[in-house]
Every structure is written in C-alpha cells, then in structure tokens.
C-alpha cells in the first residue's frame, strides 16, 4: 500500500514507515520516533527550543505560533502565525503551516502545504500535498468505534479509536472539503471543493462528489 501512496524518501520519517506495513501504523509509533531521533539531530543545523521540540535553523516560525512537543520542524519549513501545533508532529523539509491550522499526531512529508484554516489530526501527509483553506482531515468516528479503511476492495481494520487520513503524494484538497475518518487518497488525486470524502479514492482520479470518480485525463 505504502508504495502506491507515499515516497518515502521524501521524510525524515522514513526509517519509520519503513518499520511498518501500512502507513497508518506510523502513527502509533511516531512520539517514540521523535524522541529517540530529535535527540541525535545535529546540533548545527538544529536549535532545541523547548521540551521535545526541535526546529531547523533554517526554519521560519512566527512569534505567535504554539509549539507542543514532541516536535520535528525541518530545513525551510515555515510556521506561519497562529498556527497551532499540538504535538507528535513531525513538518517535513519546505512545508507550511499556515494561519490558525491546527496539527496534531500528523506527519507532513516533505512539501506539503496547509496553509489556511487546516485541521491535521491523526493523519499523513505525502509529498507536496496541498490542502486548500478550511479542510478538515476527521479523526473520530460519531460513535466511537475503531476505524477501518477500505483499500482496493479489501476492509483492513486500523484498531485506531483516532485516526483521519492518508493523504498520497502531489494530491490536492479542495476548499472546505472533510475528509472522514480512514480516508486514503491515492497519489496525483484533485478533490473538488466543498467535498466529503471517505473510502479509497484510486491515483491519478478527480473526486468531483460522492461516487462520482472520474480518472483523470
């Protein structure tokens, strides 16, 4: 599955997706992930600036962002004001998180954008994906119970009570869209705005509405 989703070599967090077999279980790894690399990150490219959280020096971050350890933020990413970052968060090389965006147990590959109004919780993710103003990635389930996700015909349980989406690489995220708990967008998807996605939405596809998917041209 990974493979078809994510390019790895695009996260600091590679030694850890390589460890599991979907890419959600990451996820239940990642704050013991953080701790044991931010540890050994080279002093001179990178500033510890608080409890578990570590910043490349080459970063920008806004004086009135929140910073939550555990915490990554890598080479030219940028943290723009009011960006809320609760911890267990890894911000891959050259992203942005953007004005009153919130993250939380979430990794950014490298070259994501989430620049406006975003919620990241429980969810990856992939290479230079973009979420348009006011997406939303929907971690819990109205009633509770452990998410699954549908996957190429197959149901796989995650035995996550949290977990929102996998977001695969070059994928773009329509304005206001909500993507439901255990959604999976495959690699060089377009999600229509005001979208409400849940399930497996294949490669190269535009979601326009709800079973209406239409592979691209």
Not at 12 to 28: H, M, N, Q
Not at 55 to 60: L, S
Request: proline share 4%.
């Amino acid at each position: 599955m990974q493979e078809k989703l994510l390019a790895k070599n695009h996260t600091i967090a590679k030694p850890l997706f390589e460890s599991v077999e979907y890419p959600w279980e990451a996820l239940e790894r990642l704050e013991e992930f953080i701790l044991a690399l931010g540890n050994v990150l080279p002093e001179d490219k990178f500033d510890k600036i608080g409890e578990n959280i570590w910043v490349a020096k080459t970063a920008k971050v806004a004086p009135m962002a929140y910073l939550q350890g555990p915490l990554i933020i890598c080479d030219n990413a940028e943290v723009r004001h009011c960006a809320f970052i609760r911890g267990t968060v890894i911000v891959g090389e050259g992203c942005v998180v953007g004005n009153s965006t919130e993250l939380k147990g979430s990794i950014l590959f490298d070259g994501v954008q989430a620049p406006h109004y975003n919620y990241i919780g429980d969810s990856v993710l992939g290479y230079k994906a973009h979420t348009g103003a006011g997406v939303i990635t929907s971690n819990l389930k109205s009633d509770k119970s452990k998410v699954t996700v549908l996957f190429e015909g197959d149901k796989i349980e995650t035995y996550r009570k949290k977990f929102g989406a996998i977001v695969g690489d070059n994928t773009e995220v329509g304005c206001n869209s909500v993507l439901n708990p255990g959604t999976i967008l495959g690699r060089n998807t377009n999600v229509y705005p005001l979208s409400m996605v849940r399930g497996y939405v294949p490669e190269n596809s535009i979601y326009k509405q709800r079973g209406e998917v239409c592979e691209k041209i």
